[in-house]
C-alpha cells in the first residue's frame, strides 16, 4: 500500500450511466493527479490539483470532471463514456509539483 | 513534441544483468524518474535522476545524460519478482511541471 486509495478497483458501467471514481490519501500531499492508463499507450495525464485548485487539464473530453474537494481527496466524475475510455485510471499524490509521485492502485473500468 | 522512446518487451535469466533505455525528446527537461509496475499494481517509484551521471540503489541503477536524451536502469542480480512494467518518465516545466511517461518496458525474467 502507497497511501493513496482509490475506490472502487473495478468499474463496469454503461455508456448512458453517471458513475464516480475516489481517491484519497492522509499523508499530507498538496498535489493530486489524474493519470489514464491504457494498454500499450503511454501513461496520460489528465488533470493536476494543487492546493485543491486545478492547475493541468490536458486537453480531456468533458465527459470526464475532476472534483478536489480537499487536499486529501479527488473524484473523477464519469458521464456517458465511450468504450475507448475503457483504461486503469490511475491517482497519484505528492508532497507538491515537484517532488516524487505516489500511485494509487487504480480503478480498472469497463465501459460497455 | 515530447517523446519518450523504450523498447516494448526484454527477457532475462534470474541472476544476470539487464539494461532498460529510454531516450527523450522533450523541452523544459526538469528531471527524469523510472516506476516499476506489477500487473494490477501501482506504479512504484524506483529512481530519479536531474544531473549526468548515475544513481545507484542497491540492486538497481540509473544513469542519464542530458546532452544526450538518454537513459537507462540497469537491474542486477535479476530475481523473479523482477518480472514488470518498467516506466521512463520526464517532467519538464513550461509555466507549470508536467509529468510525459514512456509506454514502459515490460521485463521477463526466466529461470
Known amino acids: 500500500e502507497t497511501g493513496v486509495t482509490q475506490t472502487p478497483r473495478h468499474l463496469v458501467m454503461g455508456m448512458t450511466n453517471k458513475k464516480s471514481l475516489k481517491c484519497e490519501q492522509h499523508l499530507g500531499h498538496n498535489a493530486m493527479y489524474w493519470y489514464k492508463q491504457s494498454a500499450k499507450k503511454p501513461l496520460e495525464l489528465m488533470f493536476v490539483?494543487?492546493?485543491?485548485?486545478?492547475?493541468e487539464n490536458n486537453s480531456v473530453p468533458s465527459r470526464f470532471s475532476p472534483e478536489c474537494p480537499n487536499s486529501s481527496h479527488l473524484f473523477l466524475h464519469l458521464h456517458t463514456l465511450q468504450p475507448e475510455d475503457s483504461a486503469l485510471y490511475l491517482c497519484?499524490?505528492?508532497?507538491?509539483?515537484?517532488?516524487?509521485?505516489?500511485f494509487g492502485s487504480g480503478t480498472r473500468l469497463t465501459v460497455v | 513534441g515530447q517523446n519518450i522512446d523504450q523498447p516494448t518487451e526484454m527477457t532475462a535469466t534470474e541472476g544476470a544483468i539487464v539494461q532498460i533505455n529510454c531516450t527523450y525528446q522533450?523541452?523544459?527537461?526538469?528531471?527524469l524518474f523510472w516506476y516499476q509496475q506489477h500487473a494490477g499494481e501501482a506504479p512504484t517509484f524506483l529512481s530519479y535522476?536531474?544531473?549526468?551521471g548515475l544513481e545507484e540503489k542497491g540492486r538497481f541503477s540509473s544513469f542519464l545524460s542530458r546532452s544526450k536524451g538518454y537513459s537507462y536502469l540497469l537491474l542486477k542480480e535479476l530475481q523473479m519478482k523482477d518480472s514488470a512494467s518498467y516506466l521512463c518518465a520526464v517532467r519538464v516545466f513550461s509555466g507549470t511541471y508536467k509529468y510525459i511517461f514512456g509506454t514502459g518496458t515490460r521485463l521477463k525474467v526466466l529461470a
Open positions: 535522476n536531474v544531473l549526468d
Open positions: 490539483y494543487s492546493l485543491e485548485e486545478r492547475v
Open positions: 497519484a499524490s505528492s508532497q507538491d509539483l515537484t517532488t516524487v509521485s505516489l
Open positions: 522533450t523541452s523544459g527537461f526538469n528531471g
